[in-house]
């Protein structure tokens, strides 16, 4: 069975216990106790900087406070270091780094993609990007991490020949400044609706967001992302290739 958590799913529940552990000390503060180190190590916890030892640390320093929290800090102290989304893996070339839960883990059994399992065709979706954004190559980056076994996605620039024997001259003429996702069935999804198919074959904390942002009218998540979009290239440098830089087994994955 695949292993149900990925590294991206991992660090967004490490800045949760992080945030956490920063709440507790800032209480302790406020009642007069020293507690900077500790929120020293809240900050390192949940932006993944020496983050084992911020556990460590900060595990020590709460005792006996929290035991519950106590606990939870010597798990994540136990778990491997680096997965994507941390500070320590910031900028290098395959986003997955091998990154996995281990079956002894305490939590290996609570994995948010067993839970909220994600949806896939026997074939998986292309992923249409900007070549010339360096978003999109983020964007691209987080969906190669987390679709580690590839089972997902497919990917190619929207200028590349596989777009255009996909769309008709028309139809690529009338898409919006999007990410498209062109699912297996010949459906095609831009915008908000793109964003969600990539959540939903995903799984896990991903598709559960996806489900959640259904609470929001899309017209009003489209003008978001349209803003997104309008302003990206300021924010962000234009990459030096259309590819993302990565490893050979990932440039496979790519059309």
């Known amino acids: 069975m695949r292993n149900g958590w990925t590294g991206g799913q991992y660090s967004v529940y490490r ?4 945030a956490g552990l920063a709440v507790h000390f800032a209480l302790s503060l406020g009642e007069g106790r020293l507690s900077l180190g500790g929120l020293v190590c809240a900050a390192g916890l949940a932006l993944g900087v020496a983050d084992r030892w911020a556990a460590l640390l900060g595990a020590i320093l709460a005792v006996p406070a929290s035991p519950a929290l106590v606990a939870l ?7 491997p270091e680096k997965p994507y989304g941390s500070w320590a893996a910031r900028g290098r070339s395959d986003p997955r780094g091998g990154w996995r839960m281990p079956r002894w883990h305490p ?6 993609g067993w839970v909220v399992p994600a949806v896939r065709d026997p074939q998986p979706a292309t992923l249409y990007y900007d070549g010339d954004c360096g978003l999109c190559h983020r964007a691209v980056r987080f969906v190669l991490a987390e679709d580690p076994e590839g089972g997902a996605f497919r990917f190619a620039p929207l200028a590349s020949e596989s777009f255009a024997n996909a ?11 999007s990410l498209v996702v062109r699912t297996p069935d010949g459906g095609t999804r831009v915008r908000t609706a793109a964003v969600r198919e990539i959540c939903r074959r995903l799984g896990g904390l991903w598709r559960a967001l996806a489900l959640a942002s259904h609470a929001v009218p899309e017209r009003w998540l489209d003008r978001g992302y349209d803003a997104i979009a309008r302003n990206r290239k300021r924010l962000f440098a234009r990459p030096a290739e259309a590819c993302p830089l990565v490893p050979v087994d990932l440039r496979a994955r790519f059309l």
């Open 107 to 112: 939590f290996y059994a609570l994995a948010p």
């Open 15 to 18: 800045f949760a216990l992080g």
């Open 167 to 177: 769309l008709s001259e028309t139809e690529r003429a009338a898409l919006p400044d």
């Open 73 to 79: 800090l010597a798990a994540h102290a136990a778990t």
